[in-house]
């Protein structure tokens, strides 16, 4: 079967610090990956999205960056993280857009 | 530009009663629009696709274009539908990229 396991489930991070949040995929082959932030009041909002290994596109100029080594593996990242980065944090797959996306269980970030 | 608009954050409704859900989206092609819930302590999953033409757990939604609209509907509300909606638009440009709205928590009481 088809799932997504997204880790840490909550983070508590100085600001200055790096951060890694890993999101893997079963189940499913060159699926499209994605990065999205859960905002009260704004909804959810694409950071980045993944049509392939190595194959990165961010939508929104920030602090942050991601990766996909492999092709059921995205990464995201940050050198140095800001209090401005504190949310939750949501990875998503799909392959058929008719489907819709599989979201994961998300990521609560907090930065101190 | 393509954005999707939920104008209520917050809609309560007693158990029994009708279930209007809003959703506006603005887009120049062809829309295909989605309805995801988030209940409590769960995931986000999809509930319904425009495309499909379906009901799930006695949701249905209709595109109008005219309107630019694709409001959730269920005529008798349940305790278990409360949650949080998300409205969802795809995007062109490769990628099978979605917008989402901003949410509206439905609070059925009893």
């Known amino acids: 079967s088809q799932t997504i396991h997204q880790w840490p489930a909550t983070l508590v991070q100085p600001v200055g610090s790096p951060l890694s949040l890993e999101c893997t995929v079963e189940?499913?082959?060159?699926?499209?990956l994605y990065w999205y932030r859960q905002a009260a009041g704004r909804g959810l909002q694409l950071l980045f999205y993944?049509?392939?290994?190595?194959?990165i596109s961010s939508e929104v100029p920030q602090n942050l960056s991601a990766s996909r080594p492999q092709d059921r593996q995205f990464i995201l990242s940050s050198k140095k993280l800001l209090l401005s980065d504190s949310g939750f944090y949501l990875c998503?797959?799909?392959?058929?857009?008719?489907?819709?996306?599989?979201f994961g269980s998300g990521t609560r970030l907090t930065v101190v | 530009a393509q954005r999707v608009t939920q104008p209520e954050k917050l809609l309560s409704v007693f158990k029994g009663a009708p279930v209007e859900l809003k959703c506006n989206y603005s887009y120049s092609g062809s829309p295909e629009l989605f309805w995801y819930v988030q209940y409590s302590r769960q995931r986000l999953q999809l509930l319904l696709r425009?495309?499909s033409r379906e009901s799930i757990k006695g949701f249905t939604a209709d595109l109008n274009k005219g309107e630019t609209s694709f409001h959730l509907k269920k005529p008798f509300a349940q305790e278990e539908d409360s949650a949080m909606y998300y409205c969802?638009?795809?995007?062109?440009?490769?990628?099978?990229?979605?917008?989402f709205g901003t949410g509206t928590q439905l609070k059925v009481e009893l």
């Open positions: 993944s049509v392939g290994i190595g194959q």
């Open positions: 189940g499913t082959s060159n699926p499209n």
């Open positions: 425009h495309i």
């Open positions: 969802a638009l795809l995007l062109t440009g490769g990628g099978n990229k979605l917008t």
């Open positions: 998503a797959w799909s392959v058929r857009w008719r489907d819709g996306y599989t």
